[in-house]
Structure formats: structure tokens, C-alpha cells
């Protein structure tokens, strides 16, 4: 199914963020405009991140990085996280990348964050006393209530999930995920999910990205 191009439903928002892609807003130019033809300014670039911008210092994923050149370039208003604007543009990226290898670097300023999404990842949480390390670590490959334990990597998201009927970012599926141990859900963008993405993207290093995968 995700190998099908007619049968994939996640390259429906591959076609709108190509819309979008080439759409020009009122207050700026179009991302067309800055960037030229996705196939070619955008290949590879997926891989990449998360990663730190210099500008701010903050680490930043591609919904966060889409919606920076949104605010600095187009001088538009951001897209709400998990908006099927912000997803479609998203897929749109990161499909150009397909088939590429995850490359993230954990290097200079990204270092920090990786050893708290690593921190993350090993700690406890929640009134069921998890950590993610437990199921995706541990016991991948086991079945947990009839499904099998995936090791949790990153490589395919946005993410058509067969059980959401929609697409989703990687911070949906954590915030399932902590709401699963019965621990803290972090907002859509938080520092703490986005360290744990580069920490999983980390782990996912050198698997081909899939975006937009089709999950269960």
C-alpha cells in the first residue's frame, strides 16, 4: 500500500503541499519563488533534520523550519502545528527525500539536544513507570495487546496511520505514545519532543526515509 502511488492516501497531501509549494501569498514570495523546482532544491534536505538553526539557536524539525521561512521570507502568519496546511507541505518536503538515507548530525549545538532526547528516552514516566527504551528498545518485535512493537523509528513521518484515517507528525504519535504510560503529553513542537526527534532520528540514521509511510 505505501509503495503504491494510487493507493498510498498520504500522497494526496503530497499533491496539495505541491500546490502550495508553488501557491504565492499576498505578503511574499511563493516557496517556488525562493527555492525553484522541489525535485532538485529539495532533494536530501529531509534528511537533515531535526537540526539547529543559527538564527535562533533552537533546534528545529521540517514543520518548524517550513513554518520559519513562512514568518521570515513570506512574512505570513505560521501554520498551526498539525494543520493539514503545514502536514501537506511537510510531505511535500520530506517526499522529495525519498528513498535517501537519514543523516542527522548530533554534532556542535545539536549535541545538547541529543543528550536530552537520549535522557528522554532511557527516563521513567508516567503512573505506568515506562520508558520509551522499554518497548522500543527492550522488547521491539514483541506483540503488546495484539500489535507488534515497532523500534520506534522516525524515518517515515508525516505518516498516514491506518488508525488515525488521516495523516500525522512523529509529535501526534509521541504524545500518543506518553499518553499510552499515562505520562506528561508535551505541547506539538515542545523542546522535549523535539529533542527525543533527534535523539530517534539519530537511531534511524542511514534507513531510507519514507515519507509518507502507511502505518497501522
Not at 14 to 21: D, F, H, I, N, P
Not at 167 to 188: E, F, I, P
Amino acid at each position: 500500500m505505501q509503495a503504491d502511488p494510487m493507493g498510498n492516501p498520504g500522497l494526496l497531501w503530497v499533491a496539495e503541499g505541491e500546490r502550495l509549494w508553488a501557491q504565492t501569498p499576498t505578503s511574499g514570495p511563493s516557496c517556488a519563488g525562493c527555492h525553484g523546482a522541489a525535485e532538485d532544491a529539495l532533494r536530501g534536505v529531509a534528511t537533515r533534520y531535526p537540526e539547529v538553526d543559527a538564527q535562533t539557536g533552537r533546534l528545529m524539525n521540517l514543520e518548524l523550519r517550513i513554518n520559519a521561512c513562512r514568518t521570515r521570507h513570506q512574512h505570513a502568519t505560521a501554520y498551526d502545528y498539525e494543520s493539514d496546511e503545514l502536514l501537506a507541505l511537510t510531505a511535500f518536503v520530506a517526499h522529495q527525500s525519498s528513498g535517501l538515507p537519514v543523516a542527522v548530525s548530533i554534532e556542535g549545538p545539536a549535541r545538547a539536544w541529543f543528550e536530552r532526547g537520549r535522557e528522554f528516552f532511557v527516563t521513567r514516566q508516567g503512573q505506568l513507570n515506562l520508558a520509551c527504551k522499554h518497548c522500543h528498545q527492550d522488547n521491539w518485535g514483541k506483540r503488546l495487546r495484539g500489535e507488534r512493537v515497532s523500534q520506534g523509528h522516525g524515518n517515515g513521518y508525516p505518516t498516514y496511520r491506518l488508525e488515525w484515517q488521516t495523516l500525522g507528525s512523529l509529535h501526534r504519535r509521541l504524545k500518543v505514545c506518553s499518553a499510552g504510560v499515562r505520562a506528561r503529553m508535551y505541547d506539538y513542537g515542545s523542546d522535549e519532543y523535539l529533542a527525543l526527534e533527534l535523539f530517534l532520528a539519530w537511531r534511524a540514521n542511514g534507513l531510507p526515509l519514507e515519507a509518507p509511510a502507511v502505518r497501522r
